[in-house]
């Protein structure tokens, strides 16, 4: 076992940490050791510079003209194309629309019908609930259409895939766990067996570099609120692969998708390219607080992203390990950082007052059902003496026992 770095060594990582500066960027309170990024990203002065500019300017002054004038019209694919570098996309296959559950169920009824003949649907049963509450609705919509799930009818996807499956959706980084897949392997035995894949990003891009053309994804979604740092409830994202463009219809038809929406004709016709994937009028101001948001990510380069991550993520498990170890913290996702996303999850019996514990000193993660304490390192804003910080305030509420206090047991509507 390696020695535990200490504070000296930890303020040196800080000091050559090539990503420092970004810190800078990001508006947050003080005394704040925020770890839950990847549930709402924090805010930074260029998405009000872009707010306020989009309400006092393009709204105020613009007022309708600013569709055409200001870009409002063409956002979602301007947005898409920039979320495209993220995520290995190239231009012209992302648009930014929508919530991520929506475009959940526009991706499995356009790969669905683009296997005629086939009727399983295959997801995770570990998945985050609303992927599998979409599989359901797109699945009660289509007769003789049937949900498989990883964990409940056999234990692993591949188990799952033969000729009767259409599309398999499927979590790049699991929400609660942290375990990343092997998207390029599991894309291609997905392909073998003839079937399609959704792959939900949500844990993944603004976490790591992602690879979607390269790794042949067919289609792709996920969140702008989480590592993006869109604001909350900010638009989500959805990718298709070129080569499905021509044939991929989705069951949103509408007019927003529409190939000619201002000619305002009476049935409709389908849009070409991803525009498909749109159906109403587009949320501008909060598209606005993205296009802020992505300003910070234009200069990130992601493969020191994902060093730092990993370098995060380690010495947390590590100082946790050390610390915490015997007051029944145990790790809950991957040991392996290759297999890891940009998260730490350990469970404890306690975990729900635990958590809310470290809330009220100021060390913000979070709690998932049943017994998850959940730790999410953004790079672009967490350093490693926060890491530090968060590992001791937890070492002190175990050993005093501080999450035994009564009020940490009381549970809000969000956890
Ligand atoms: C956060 C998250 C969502 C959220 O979906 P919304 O429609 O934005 O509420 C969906 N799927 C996964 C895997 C997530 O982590």
Not at 46 to 60: G, M, N, R
Request: proline share 5%.
């Amino acid at each position: 076992m390696t020695a535990l770095p200490d504070l000296a060594a930890i303020e040196a990582m800080d000091a050559t940490d090539p990503l420092r500066a970004f810190r800078d960027r990001f508006v947050l309170p003080q005394g704040v050791t925020y770890l839950d990024g990847n549930s709402l990203g924090a805010a930074a002065p260029a998405v009000f510079a872009e707010l306020q500019k989009a309400a006092t300017d393009e709204w105020a002054n613009g007022l309708i003209r600013s569709w055409n004038t200001a870009g409002w019209y063409d956002l979602p694919v301007t947005l898409g194309d920039r979320i495209g570098r993220l995520i290995g996309a190239a231009p012209g296959q992302t648009v930014v629309t929508d919530t991520t559950s929506i475009n959940i169920y526009k991706a499995l009824h356009a790969a669905i019908a683009m296997r005629p003949g086939r009727s399983v649907v295959v997801a995770e049963g570990s998945s985050f609930p609303t992927d599998l509450y979409m599989a359901e609705g797109a699945v009660s919509t289509l007769p003789g259409a049937t949900l498989r799930l990883e964990g409940v009818d056999a234990p692993s996807i591949e188990d799952l895939i033969d000729e009767s499956v259409a599309v398999v959706l499927i979590n790049h980084v699991n929400y609660k766990s942290g375990e990343m897949r092997d998207m390029a392997a599991l894309t291609k035995k997905i392909h073998d067996a003839g079937a399609l894949v959704v792959w939900d990003l949500c844990h993944s891009a603004g976490a790591l570099a992602v690879s979607l053309d390269e790794a042949d994804a067919d289609f792709a979604v996920g969140c702008t609120y989480k590592y993006l740092n869109g604001g909350p409830g900010s638009p989500a994202f959805i990718y298709a692969a070129t080569r499905h463009h021509d044939v991929m219809r989705q069951p949103l038809s509408g007019w927003f998708g529409h190939a000619r929406p201002f000619a305002f004709e009476q049935s409709y016709a389908l849009g070409s390219g991803i525009r498909r994937f749109l159906c109403g009028t587009q949320s501008v101001l909060a598209l606005r607080a993205l296009d802020g948001a992505l300003t910070i990510w234009d200069d990130v380069d992601m493969h020191a992203l994902r060093a730092k991550s990993i370098a995060l993520t380690e010495l947390f498990i590590q100082l946790v390990e050390a610390k915490c170890g015997r007051y029944g913290v145990t790790l809950e996702g991957p040991r392996d950082p290759a297999k890891r996303g940009s998260q730490v999850s350990f469970v404890h019996d306690h975990s729900y007052e635990i958590m809310q514990a470290l809330i009220e000193r100021g060390v913000i993660g979070d709690f998932r059902a049943p017994a998850t304490i959940r730790f999410g390192f953004t790079p672009l804003y967490v350093g490693f003496k926060d890491v530090l910080r968060a590992c001791e305030v937890l070492d002190e509420i175990l050993r005093t026992e501080a999450w035994r206090e009564p009020r940490f047991a009381v549970r809000g509507s969000v956890t």
